[in-house]
């Protein structure tokens, strides 16, 4: 029996398919989804399968040795795929070992296999077999094709997903078809945009303050677009947006949002100079397996990592230097899973929720530079501190709720990194911390501008990677009496300076002399670097 999972992979789909499906969507006079058109591709093709086979097997029987036939008679072979034959001849049976039988002569509608050139196939008929052969043949499975079994519920249900992207890329090699929001409909049949109905758009998204909105709260406010059905509206508008630079769609998947662009976050539209990362060429395996493992701890979003065994339902991660700055997370591999995404949008715009005290604020997931943008003011409000570990997980759709392990504040030693004219020192010095955080990442910075120009400087001087780890692990080494230094202390503070995943760093401390490891984590200077 044809199995759901089976007749989706042999599924192709021709261009009868794609001329029946644009037909439907002529019909219906509104754009329809790809999961919609699947389903009806689906029951398309059994309903012509059904008929076909309906057709071929008419009138025909299951070929069993035990009973008898006449000639004209149709079967069906199980035995050479359920091929179908007429019985042309019948002659007595010659054999000692049976009784009385017959031996029909068949003809195929199509050639079969082993035919040695003979137009007609011999099939014994008639035979007396013992009564557990009759069971089994009474057991032979029947035809090929069972709608009890085989039907649209079983193949969506089992190879739905396949059968969409498969449907899906065929689709759009089709010029005459227009794709928005996984929904299709006819180029020739679309609503007319004009300019006056994308001015009157940029006026309602204006006055929400860029966004973002539906397609049918703009519909509403601008009066329509015609007297199409609301369907059609929504989609040539949607189409017309999507043309004109003034809108972008910044919806998740499966919603249609809209916003103005000139109105959103230039943090959004652009890059901040404090998360662009260069990359740097560099050998891993200098990196040793614990090494490995803090790599995979730090969870940077610039880390390139294999894919995750299972989805999280909660991440923690902990805060560096150029997020806390800009108001902004990484999206790792693993803290991707928790926001909400796009198969086209570069930027999503969505809820993040306080999990403090429950208070919502905006936020944008920038997709390929791997950021979330719109932190500020939870950072702000609960003054957290760089290292600090925060948690994420997802609340109700299209919100992601952010925590912390707070406390009483209480003065605690941090290190404070201290900008000079000729370089950079680090003090200890006591701060109010109301949050649990790593006590290898924690850093401060009173004189941000000064940490800034720093920064720059290294940037315009285009100094490497090594010397600017010589910069930070003398000062850091300063502070404790064995003058070593945590890696992941290294990450923080280099990152104040540079943006660069652990990878890069953990490789150059491995591989240049002038860095000396003294077990576990800890680095120093080597002793020719000191003296």
Same mark, same amino acid.
């Given at each position: ?370 950021? !979330?943008?719109? *932190? %500020?003011?939870?950072?702000? +409000?609960? $003054?957290? #501190?760089?290292?600090?570990? @925060?948690? /994420?997980?997802? &609340? ?54 000064? !940490?800034?120009? *720093? %920064?720059?400087?290294?940037? +315009?001087? $285009?100094? #490497?990677?090594?010397?600017? @780890?010589? /910069?930070?692990? &003398? ?57």
């Amino acid at each position: 029996m044809i199995q759901s999972h089976h007749w989706a992979r042999n599924l192709t789909i021709d261009d009868q398919d794609i001329e029946y499906l644009t037909g439907l969507l002529l019909e219906k006079e509104k754009p329809l989804s790809s999961k919609t058109l699947a389903r009806a591709l689906v029951e398309h093709r059994l309903e012509n399968e059904a008929a076909n086979l309906r057709e071929r097997y008419q009138n025909a029987r299951l070929y069993n040795p035990s009973l008898s036939y006449a000639v004209g008679d149709r079967l069906i072979f199980s035995e050479f795929d359920y091929e179908t034959g007429i019985v042309m001849g019948l002659r007595e049976g010659n054999n000692p070992d049976y009784s009385n039988f017959s031996v029909i002569q068949v003809k195929f509608d199509n050639p079969i296999e082993n035919t040695r050139g003979k137009k007609l196939r011999e099939f014994a008929a008639g035979l007396t077999v013992p009564l557990d052969m009759i069971e089994a043949l009474e057991d032979e499975p029947g035809l090929p094709f069972d709608s009890s079994q085989l039907n649209v519920e079983s193949i969506l249900e089992s190879s739905g997903d396949h059968i969409v992207a498969l449907l899906e890329e065929r689709l759009r090699k089709n010029k005459d078809l227009i794709y928005m929001a996984h929904t299709w409909f006819p180029r020739d049949l679309m609503m007319e945009i004009n300019v006056g109905h994308l001015n009157l758009a940029e006026a309602v998204l204006d006055m929400s303050e860029g966004g973002p909105l539906h397609t049918n709260e703009i519909i509403e406010q601008i009066g329509g677009v015609g007297k199409a059905p609301i369907e059609l509206q929504v989609f040539s508008l949607n189409y017309g947006l999507r043309q004109d630079s003034r809108f972008d769609e910044v919806g998740p998947t499966g919603e249609v949002l809209w916003f103005l662009s000139r109105l959103e976050p230039t943090e959004v539209l652009n890059t901040p100079p404090q998360l662009r990362y260069s990359p740097i060429d560099y050998n891993r395996d200098l990196i040793t397996p614990d090494l490995l493992a803090l790599e995979a701890e730090i969870d940077d979003e610039l880390t390139e990592a294999d894919e995750l065994d299972e989805v999280p339902e909660e991440v923690k991660i902990t805060l560096i230097f150029p997020h806390r700055r800009l108001g902004t997370l990484p999206l790792s591999l693993k803290t991707e899973t928790i926001f909400p995404t796009a198969r086209q949008s570069p930027r999503v715009w969505f809820t993040m929720v306080d999990g403090q005290d429950g208070e919502e604020f905006p936020a944008w997931v920038v997709r390929k530079e791997r950021y !979330v943008y719109g *932190l %500020a003011p939870f950072y702000r +409000k609960h $003054k957290l #501190p760089i290292g600090a570990f @925060l948690t /994420l997980k997802q &609340g109700a759709p299209g919100k992601v709720i952010i925590n912390f392990d707070s406390y009483k504040a209480r003065t605690e030693w941090i290190r404070l990194m201290v900008p000079k004219q000729d370089g950079l020192t680090f003090e200890n010095q006591k701060r109010g911390i109301g949050a649990a955080y790593d006590e290898q990442m924690i850093i401060g910075a009173d004189d941000l501008a000064g !940490v800034e120009a *720093l %920064a720059l400087e290294i940037q +315009k001087q $285009k100094r #490497p990677l090594i010397s600017t @780890l010589k /910069l930070l692990i &003398g000062p850091l080494g300063s502070l404790t009496p064995q003058g070593t230094v945590h890696a992941k202390t290294l990450y923080s503070a280099l990152n104040a300076l540079r943006r660069c995943p652990p990878g890069p760093i953990f490789a150059a401390l491995a591989a240049s002399p002038d860095f000396q490891n003294v077990g576990g984590h800890y680095w120093k200077l080597s002793n020719e670097q000191e003296r």
